[in-house]
């Protein structure tokens, strides 16, 4: 695998990113938040691998979680912002060109303390409108309120009880093969469970997977090429975990492989770094550290590595910008304003 690492400048403070066709233009763009400077800056994928800046929009105090999707169904993409240090989060319609207007709900109050940090978007109850999900440490649980029609959500919502404290990074994903989404969660010493039953109230069934580390983030992908979902957990210490699943809805704790990490893990993304179908990941740590796992069906392997112009590596992601078939590397620096973008050769 060869890459060749490009500098860009993105904003200040603890950026988070996600990557989508903003534009319908067919090519992958990037979006960062940008904690320090409460905005979003749109750079524009021109199929080749390069970036250019096309737009910046202010999304209200602290933004720190992004989440991406057609809402509103006009067929542009829209984002929900998480608003760290505030009750409420920031919604924006797309409008296809790479532009944004607030949604007339937005600011939406949605009453959590302390604050919201992560936020996704995602059709929980099978009406084919995505739910809000946002982290809620006060009651232990998810926040969810309902998707209605021409992107508004219902609130103020319902707690989806996960047994703990989510604190960062929850996953969203089919864990059991029943084409309902279920919920994932890092807890204070544990790993929250919650099994959607599938039917249109989307009630949950909660189980917990005992951690000897408090995890800090979860994430869900098939990295052993079985075609079920197995579980990446971060700790605030030195260690990562996967966790192979049995399509059942369980992870098995016996079979878990474990990776030695530098503490400070942040951010993980899924994509398919070199190309060969199996999914792999990256994850980002402050202590300047990144950790590439390449999912096998044999051996799992892990790459670690460094660039000397980001000291501070939070926000990443993985996506393929020059269409070859292999996932780009984006990663952001949480100090400086600084990130970087290796696309493959």
């Not at 302390?114 to 936020?119: K, L, M």
């Not at 994932?184 to 039917?199: E, K, L, M």
């Not at 992908?221 to 975990?241: K, P, Q």
């Amino acid at each position: 695998m060869t890459f060749s690492p490009t500098l860009f400048n993105v904003g200040a403070g603890q950026p988070s990113i996600s990557v989508c066709d903003v534009n319908s233009d067919g090519n992958t763009d990037v979006v960062v938040a940008n904690y320090s400077d409460d905005n979003i800056v749109i750079y524009q994928g021109d199929g080749r691998g390069n970036l250019s800046e096309l737009n910046r929009f202010p999304v209200g105090e602290n933004p720190t979680g992004i989440a991406v999707s057609d809402i509103n169904n006009d067929g542009n993409i829209d984002f929900a912002i998480a608003n760290h240090e505030t009750s409420y989060v920031t919604l924006l319609f797309g409008d296809g060109k790479g532009g944004v207007n607030k949604a007339p709900q937005s600011p939406l109050n949605i009453g959590i303390k302390p604050h919201p940090h992560a936020v996704q978007l995602k059709d929980l109850d099978g009406d084919n409108i995505e739910e809000l999900i946002i982290d809620s440490r006060e009651n232990e649980g998810l926040l969810v309120l309902k998707g209605l029609a021409k992107g508004k959500f219902k609130a103020p919502g319902n707690i989806v009880n996960v047994g703990g404290d989510p604190y960062r990074g929850f996953a969203v994903n089919d864990i059991n093969g029943d084409g309902a989404f279920d919920l994932v969660t890092p807890n204070q010493r544990d790993i929250g469970i919650a099994v959607n039953s599938g039917s249109i109230e989307a009630s949950f069934s909660l189980t917990k997977l005992e951690q000897p580390e408090s995890p800090f983030t979860v994430e869900l992908a098939d990295l052993t090429d079985d075609s079920e979902l197995d579980l990446v957990v971060v700790t605030n210490g030195t260690s990562l975990s996967i966790f192979p699943g049995d399509g059942r809805g369980n992870f098995q704790e016996n079979k878990k492989t474990v990776i030695n990490v530098a503490s400070g893990a942040k951010q993980i993304a899924i994509g398919d770094i070199n190309g060969d179908g199996i999914e792999d990941a990256l994850i980002s740590n402050w202590s300047g550290e990144l950790l590439a796992i390449i999912g096998s069906k044999a051996t799992i392997k892990s790459y670690k590595f460094r660039h000397a112009s980001i000291p501070n590596p939070w926000g990443v992601a993985l996506t393929d910008l020059n269409k070859d078939g292999k996932s780009d590397l984006i990663i952001a620096d949480g100090d400086s304003k600084l990130a970087v973008v290796y696309v493959s050769q």
